[in-house]
C-alpha cells in the first residue's frame, strides 16, 4: 500500500463523529477481549457540548481513508491545564498529546500520527505525548502486556501491533503504568492482617462509607484528598469542579455506598478509597447499544449487581501522611473493609487496583504487600516534533 493512497482529514460533523466512534469495531473486529464501549458514553466523553475537558482542552480528531475506506481515527489536544503544570510532573510548556488512536496498518498508523502532529506543530507544541484519550484522567496509556484477558471498566484495550508502529514513528517510553490483579477470596498475610486489626482498635480511626444523599458533599471531600495525594506525580492534571461534576454523573449510576470509603483521623478526612463493579461484565454483551432492550436488563442489573471483579480506580492518602507507617495502615484498612464487601454482598472474587504508576513505591509496595500481581501495563510515549 502506497503513503500516497492514504487520506487523512479532520472530523467535521456528527455524520464523521459517527465514523470516528464506529472505527473502533472494525480495528477490534474477531478480538475476543475487546469491551465495546457504550456508544453514549463514548460520545459523552468527544462530544465539545457535553465534556468540560473542552473547557481548558482545543481537541481535532482525524480519519484515515484508503480508497475511500476508513482504515483508522486519531486525536490531536492541548489541554492548558496539562501545558501549566511544572515540566518536571511530565507535562508543562510546549506539550501536547494524541490519542483515541486505532488503525488497520502501518502505513495508515503513521499517517494518522503525522497529521497529529503537524496539528499540534501548527499550534506551537514541541513535544508530543501519547496515547491519551483524552486526558489522564481517562484512558492513557498503551496497552502492552495483559492482552488476553478484559480491560475493566475504563480501561484501554489495544492491538499488539500498536507498539511497533508507535515505536517506529520515533516515539519512546516516558513512563508505564500498571494494574494489580488481586483475588480477595483469601485473608491478607498475617503481618499485613494484625496491621489492620490495629487500626481497627485504634480510636483516633474511623473508616466510613460515603453518603450518596449527600453526594456533592462527599465528591469535594474525596477531590480535595485527591488532588492533594496525586498532586506532586508524574502527570497530575487538576480536575476541575465542572469534570468532577461530569465524572459524578457518568459514575453514580455504580456508584455504592459500601464500595466508596473515607478514612478519617481524629475528624478529618484524609484517604479514600473508590471501588466499582466491573460494569465491562455486563456490557459486553450490548454491542455499544443501550435501546431498544439494554436499558432494562442493564437497570435490573444495576440494582444489586453480581460480578467477579471489583475495579479500584482511586484511591489517596494525604502528603503529609504518605511517608508514615499511617499512610500504609490506612490503605490497608481501606482496602480490607472493601474487599469483605466485595465478596459478602457483590460475590465479587478478584479485583483490579490501578492504574499505578510503576515508580510510585508507596502504592507499589502496598500492592506487592497483600499479594496482589501486575495483570496489565501501558506505556507513555513522547517524542520531541518542534
Request: hydrophobic share 45%; net charge neutral; no cysteine.
Amino acid at each position: 500500500m502506497a503513503h500516497q493512497d492514504i487520506i487523512v482529514s479532520p472530523v467535521e460533523g456528527k455524520a464523521d463523529l459517527e465514523r470516528f466512534i464506529d472505527f473502533a469495531w472494525e480495528a477490534y473486529k474477531g478480538d475476543p477481549n475487546w469491551v465495546p464501549p457504550l456508544k453514549m458514553d463514548v460520545r459523552g466523553i468527544l462530544m465539545k457540548e457535553k465534556n468540560p475537558f473542552f473547557e481548558h482542552a482545543d481537541v481535532q480528531y482525524f480519519l484515515a481513508r484508503t480508497g475511500g475506506r476508513i482504515t483508522g481515527r486519531i486525536s490531536a489536544h492541548i489541554d492548558r491545564l496539562a501545558t501549566s503544570m511544572p515540566a518536571e510532573q511530565g507535562f508543562g510548556p510546549g506539550t501536547g498529546n494524541w490519542g483515541l488512536f486505532d488503525a488497520t496498518d502501518p502505513v495508515s498508523a503513521a499517517a494518522l500520527i503525522a497529521a497529529a502532529e503537524d496539528w499540534l506543530r501548527a499550534r506551537g507544541v514541541t513535544r508530543a505525548i501519547g496515547p491519551m484519550s483524552l486526558s489522564i484522567w481517562e484512558e492513557p496509556g498503551l496497552l502492552i502486556s495483559g492482552f488476553d484477558h478484559p480491560p475493566t471498566y475504563m480501561m484501554g484495550h489495544h492491538r499488539p501491533e500498536y507498539r511497533g508502529w508507535i515505536e517506529a514513528a520515533g516515539y519512546r517510553p516516558v513512563k508505564q503504568l500498571n494494574t494489580y490483579d488481586l483475588d480477595i477470596t483469601k485473608p491478607f498475610p498475617k503481618l499485613i492482617e494484625r496491621v489492620i486489626e490495629s487500626g481497627f482498635k485504634n480510636p483516633r480511626i474511623r473508616i466510613r462509607d460515603v453518603d450518596k444523599s449527600k453526594f456533592d458533599a462527599e465528591a469535594a471531600i474525596i477531590l480535595a484528598i485527591l488532588n492533594d495525594a496525586w498532586g506532586r506525580n508524574w502527570g497530575f492534571v487538576p480536575i476541575t469542579d465542572r469534570e468532577v461534576a461530569h465524572f459524578g454523573k457518568q459514575l453514580k449510576p455504580i456508584v455504592y455506598e459500601d464500595l466508596i470509603r473515607i478514612a478519617e483521623l481524629d475528624g478529618e478526612p484524609v484517604a479514600f478509597m473508590m471501588t466499582l463493579p466491573d460494569l465491562n461484565e455486563k456490557i459486553v454483551s450490548f454491542n455499544g447499544n443501550l435501546f431498544p432492550f439494554n436499558i432494562a436488563k442493564l437497570m435490573w442489573w444495576l440494582r444489586k449487581p453480581k460480578v467477579k471483579t471489583m475495579r479500584v480506580p482511586l484511591m489517596g492518602v494525604l502528603q503529609r501522611l504518605q511517608s508514615s507507617r499511617m499512610a500504609s495502615q490506612l490503605a490497608f484498612m481501606l482496602i480490607e473493609t472493601i474487599r469483605r464487601t466485595s465478596v459478602a454482598k457483590y460475590g465479587a472474587t478478584r479485583s483490579e487496583i490501578g492504574w499505578i504508576l510503576d515508580d510510585n513505591q508507596g502504592m507499589n509496595a502496598i500492592a506487592n504487600a497483600i499479594d496482589s500481581q501486575v495483570n496489565k501495563s501501558y506505556l507513555i510515549y513522547d517524542r520531541v516534533i518542534g
